[in-house]
């Protein structure tokens, strides 16, 4: 079985952006644990709404950035193209 470089280049960019593109799913993970505690939070003491919430969305957004590099390291493999 003979494969040049540039192939065996190929697949392994498609594997890692597969691989990559798994790191989107801890986003959605962090966001809904991040939400439901808030809400949970909320519920147990109504009166720290404002810095619960201020809170939640700082997690919300480290959550959210994390998934977006996972999605950018995807991209750039699957789109790299070897000289």
Do not use: H
Not at 22 to 35: A, S, Y
Not at 49 to 76: K, P
């Amino acid at each position: 079985m003979n494969i040049d470089a540039k192939t065996f280049l190929d697949g392994m960019c498609a594997i890692g952006a597969g691989l990559a593109a798994i790191g989107c799913l801890g986003g959605g993970v962090g966001i809904g644990t991040v939400t439901g505690k808030a809400v949970e939070a909320i519920g147990r003491q109504p009166e720290a709404r404002g810095s619960v919430t201020s809170t939640m969305f700082i997690g919300l957004a480290f959550a959210e950035v994390t998934s977006l590099y996972a999605l950018l390291v995807a991209i750039l493999l699957l789109f790299m193209k070897w000289q």
